[in-house]
């Protein structure tokens, strides 16, 4: 599985984005996917998670009710909508496919990084 994410930007707090990650392969629908984040001088962390089905998932407590992770795995995308952004959201944000987890390291698939900034 290939993965790309894109979206990112640079926004005002309380505002929204949304981010995408668009893979290839014919097995993608079997996968978790999950959004990480790295922002700098810190270590990686979990933002959210989606079940291969679209029927579960599964967010870091910093961002519950802002973010919301989705799926459509006829288009083998992944969506993050995040709202109501503040400045401790900025960081790159990552995509990662694998079995069900919130930890960095159990996940094989990783796309490239996109850049999210949020301005206070």
């Known amino acids: 599985v290939q993965l790309q994410a894109s979206g990112g930007g640079l926004v005002q707090a309380g505002s929204s984005l949304r981010l995408s990650c668009a893979a290839s392969?014919?097995?993608?629908?079997?996968?978790?996917v999950a959004w990480f984040r790295q922002a700098l001088g810190k270590e990686r962390e979990f933002v959210a998670g989606i079940v291969w089905s679209g029927s579960y998932t599964y967010y870091a407590d910093s961002v519950k009710g802002r973010f919301t992770i989705s799926r459509d795995n006829a288009k083998t995308t992944v969506y993050l909508q995040m709202n109501t952004l503040k400045p401790e959201d900025t960081a790159v944000y990552y995509c990662?496919?694998?079995?069900?987890?919130?930890?960095?390291?159990?996940?094989?698939?990783w796309g490239l990084g996109t850049l999210v900034t949020v301005s206070s």
């Open positions: 392969g014919r097995t993608f629908s079997r996968y978790t």
């Open positions: 990662a496919a694998d079995r069900y987890s919130s930890i960095p390291r159990a996940y094989e698939y």
